[in-house]
């Protein structure tokens, strides 16, 4: 258990969440600046634009695939008619 000079107050580690909201307990390195908060949104409003766009690009390209196979089974189906309609003409 951490010892402390004064009886009347908790001993806290300088990384105790109590710490960090008492100004002057937490250690340096573990405050963050609000221009590196501004510069991690920044890169990660950029990573979800490209994210989206990859993503949606991929969606796009399976939904062509699929109404394409959709329209080729269609063209297909009327072609086997068509030509069975003639066969049987003939």
């Known amino acids: 258990m951490l010892m402390s000079c004064?009886?009347?107050?908790?001993p806290t580690h300088p990384l105790h969440p109590r710490s960090a909201m008492t100004p002057g307990l937490t250690h340096p390195n573990h405050t963050v600046t609000e221009e590196v908060m501004e510069?991690?949104?920044?890169v990660m409003e950029e990573v979800m634009v490209e994210v989206m766009e990859e993503v949606m690009e991929e969606v796009m390209e399976e939904v062509?695939?699929?109404?394409m196979?959709?329209?080729?089974?269609?063209?297909?189906?009327?072609?086997?008619?068509?030509?069975?309609?003639?066969?049987?003409?003939?």
Request: hydrophobic share 35%; aromatic share 0%; no cysteine.
């Open 39 to 42: 510069e991690v949104m920044e």
């Open 6 to 10: 004064r009886p009347d107050k908790k």
């Open 64 to 67: 062509m695939e699929e109404e």
């Open 69 to 90: 196979e959709e329209v080729m089974e269609e063209v297909m189906e009327e072609v086997m008619e068509e030509v069975m309609e003639e066969v049987m003409r003939r």
